[in-house]
């Protein structure tokens, strides 16, 4: 096999390397910034060049090497290239080829495009380990167009009304997916120091980004009637939070395609928007790699697969410590305000 499960994470022999480990390794190839895929502690660090920013801002000083897009390495015996995953700016799936045989590591992806990532590259492989955090035919997501509307609609009707639209997303890519979807001329956009400090690190990478007005402590909201609130999902329900009022709230995620989740949330309003592929999109990306064997990892795995196997393919769940697109807060966020 070319690549492993091990318990630090998914291996590669042949090159004495791991993808994306949960545990503390000396070489470590990552696909992309989010903590759950990017952890402290290993020796040396791989990736992407648009990715290298948001890792060093959340991990510190690290020994980060980095690669471009579609550019072969040779490690050891293995031949590595890292390839477009759409997920977040600088997101990547990795190719791994030894002997002939190919492997590709998905990470997390997203097949429709957006204003930010790097559009999804199918690469063709022998085996693929993908994602299925959506992995129901019930996840379909609804043109990038029509989300945006939503927002803004709900965000006019509310600053008409003198009344504060607070809206939770996760302060690297959601965030500023959203934020990319907003008209400014609604209103001030106010943002939570994670998602600020987030915002900071992605502008200086040159990402086009609407202006914004971090709230810190000594911030008085009564000077921004009506404005747009964006934070972290686990910061709507906070003491930070209750200074905006009137307020409603809002949740972007994936998981707002069901109205059990979204009455869990307790939140007024929920917009159907994910950094992850949807039922269609993940079923699409598989057939584009041309693999016979598919491992699937964080999500929908049973069901998933089980589906994968009636449609001919070898498919078989590989348990991982990667967490996708969860209901509850980001594994790590950039300070408290």
């Excluded at 989010?34 to 290298?52: E, I």
């Excluded at 584009?288 to 078989?316: M, P």
Aim: aromatic share 10%.
């Amino acid at each position: 096999m070319v690549l492993s499960f091990r318990p630090q994470g998914i291996y590669c022999e042949a090159g004495d390397f791991f993808i994306d480990p949960w545990k503390p390794v000396d070489r470590a190839l990552i696909t992309h910034g989010h903590a759950d895929h990017a952890r402290p502690g290993h020796a040396r660090y791989l990736a992407t060049g648009p990715a290298a920013p948001v890792m060093h801002h959340r991990l510190g000083d690290i020994t980060l090497e980095t690669v471009a897009y579609g550019e072969t390495r040779r490690i050891g015996d293995a031949s590595v290239s890292f390839h477009p995953a759409g997920h977040v700016p600088g997101s990547a799936q990795i190719r791994v080829e030894v002997g002939g045989e190919v492997w590709v590591v998905s990470g997390d992806f997203k097949t429709a495009p957006d204003r930010l990532s790097e559009p999804f590259e199918p690469v063709r492989c022998h085996s693929f380990i993908s994602e299925c955090t959506f992995g129901l035919p019930v996840f379909t997501w609804a043109d990038e167009d029509a989300v945006a509307a939503q927002i803004n609609a709900w965000w006019a009707e509310n600053a008409a009304n003198g009344i504060f639209s607070l809206l939770g997303a996760y302060s690297l890519g959601k965030a500023q997916r959203v934020m990319s979807l907003l008209d400014p001329s609604i209103g001030p956009i106010l943002t939570h120091g994670a998602v600020e400090n987030t915002n900071a690190v992605l502008r200086a990478q040159g990402l086009e980004l609407p202006d914004t007005v971090h709230v810190s402590p000594d911030l008085d909201p009564k000077v921004f009637p009506g404005a747009l609130v964006l934070a972290p999902p686990g910061a709507l329900g906070s003491s930070w939070a209750r200074r905006f009022r009137p307020g409603t709230t809002g949740f972007a995620s994936g998981w707002m395609r069901l109205r059990g989740v979204r009455r869990r949330r307790a939140v007024d309003r929920g917009f159907v928007i994910s950094d992850h592929a949807d039922w269609p999109g993940l079923n699409a990306a598989i057939k584009e790699t041309g693999a016979e064997n598919v491992f699937v990892t964080h999500g929908y795995t049973d069901i998933f697969a089980r589906r994968l196997n009636e449609s001919g393919y070898n498919a078989q769940v590989v348990p991982t410590e990667f967490t996708g697109e969860t209901l509850d807060d980001e594994p790590m966020t950039d300070g408290p305000e």
